[in-house]
């Protein structure tokens, strides 16, 4: 008997990416039924209509819903993947314009931005969740890669939901470094480590031999252009900061420069891409969704649920609960770091130490998403103001008072928490 998976935010432009992953994974991914739910009619329609003729051109013989009704899409759903942003890009646009008033990065993942984001997300999530538990399939799923992931993560397990997070930053390095070697990315194996959107590339095996020594002594310009930093800083480190590490490194220089928001630039391609999906006659992907952002997202989705259902123990990253992985954070710390996946769920690898110049700023980053979860959960002000205060990004105690008073204020539809029915501004 086949699956029933629910994508939980159907009407995104992703999911079309989404539903090829699958398919191209029928030997290990058996889907009777796909359930595309969202809030928003016309996008569903929309976008559930050229997931509908990829399926079709494909001779998928299963059966594809959607709905508006979340009981609906999730009922007997073996796979419930969550990919949604609540208050949608005019969210993603306070996120990074509101905090640089303050001297701030802004961004939809990190620092204040991201803090916002996470008070709006965690509670619909775990809402979600409960509704899972409840009227899923018995051991059911939950796949979320919705931002941020390490945060909503956290919240997930430590409310022991059966969840394993995911993002693209790892298949996206793996799929260069493969491109670079001449190699299958099957044969390249990363010791990927850290938090979600804070991690290191410490070792790059291409068949089981560690390449990354050889770039730094070597071709390290290959990596500083492939992160968008400075060859010293590469050097420095031994390792490969991911891209999100630059609001770390070269907080200044961002603050610095001027920019349109990246909410505005996508909220033009996702218009293209919606205009793009609604002709009849398409019935695969168009190029233009590369543009889009979250490169190999849906790969990674697909390839981890049919890992999950198929039970092949094969290695991905993802986002885990530590439990010793890295000894410098607590066992119920979620982190991002390869894992073996199979029908338990995704069981991370051990890993060295962190070295201290990594280690210091992973432990400030973990506490701040400790309290972020708590503020997301409780709606506690306090708690909330804590939380920016241990914000490697923020920190500041007359600034974050103001700041927070600002960010929820601009977020109050989307807090009921923190603004209670009835309770006055």
Request: proline share 5%; hydrophobic share 45%; net charge negative.
């Amino acid at each position: 008997m086949g699956l029933k998976i629910a994508v939980v935010g159907g009407g995104s432009t992703y999911t079309p990416e989404l539903v090829e992953g699958f398919i191209t994974r029928q030997d290990r991914l058996p889907v009777d039924e796909l359930a595309l739910l969202d809030i928003d009619r016309e996008r569903l329609e929309v976008v559930g209509g050229l997931a509908g003729r990829i399926l079709a051109k494909r001779g998928w013989p299963g059966r594809l819903t959607m709905t508006l009704d979340r009981e609906a899409a999730i009922d007997g759903a073996d796979f419930v993947v969550v990919q949604l942003r609540v208050g949608g890009q005019a969210a993603r646009f306070l996120d990074e314009t509101l905090p640089p008033r303050f001297g701030y990065v802004g961004q939809e993942t990190t620092g204040a931005g991201g803090f916002a984001k996470a008070l709006r997300t965690v509670p619909v999530v775990l809402e979600l969740a409960e509704l899972v538990g409840r009227r899923g399939a018995r051991a059911a799923w939950i796949v979320n890669f919705t931002n941020p992931v390490g945060i909503v993560t956290q919240a997930l397990l430590d409310e022991e939901h059966r969840a394993v997070g995911l993002c693209n930053v790892a298949i996206g390095f793996q799929r260069r470094f493969a491109a670079h070697f001449g190699v299958e990315p099957e044969r390249v194996q990363l010791e990927h480590v850290g938090l979600n959107h804070l991690t290191w590339v410490r070792a790059i095996r291409v068949n089981g031999v560690d390449r990354l020594p050889e770039l730094l002594d070597g071709d390290v310009q290959l990596l500083a252009d492939m992160v968008s930093m400075p060859v010293g800083l590469i050097r420095a480190l031994r390792a490969v900061p991911s891209y999100y590490l630059h609001y770390y490194y070269q907080t200044r220089q961002i603050l610095s420069e001027k920019r349109t928001s990246r909410a505005e630039d996508v909220m033009a391609i996702e218009q293209q891409l919606l205009d793009l999906y609604r002709d009849p006659n398409l019935a695969e992907k168009p190029k233009l969704l590369e543009q889009r952002g979250g490169a190999f997202y849906s790969e990674a989705a697909a390839q981890l649920i049919a890992s999950l259902h198929a039970g092949t123990g094969d290695i991905q990253v993802a986002n885990v609960r530590n439990n010793g992985a890295l000894p410098d954070l607590p066992a119920n710390a979620v982190v991002e770091v390869p894992a073996r996946v199979d029908r338990d769920g995704a069981t991370p690898l051990s890993f060295a130490p962190l070295a201290p110049e990594l280690r210091g700023l992973v432990q400030e980053a973990k506490a701040y998403e400790e309290l972020a979860v708590q503020a997301a959960t409780t709606g506690d002000r306090t708690v909330a103001l804590r939380a920016l205060l241990a914000n490697p990004l923020v920190g500041q105690y007359a600034d974050a008072e103001k700041l927070l008073a600002e960010l929820l204020e601009a977020n109050r539809a989307n807090l009921p928490r923190f603004f209670p029915a009835g309770q006055r501004p």
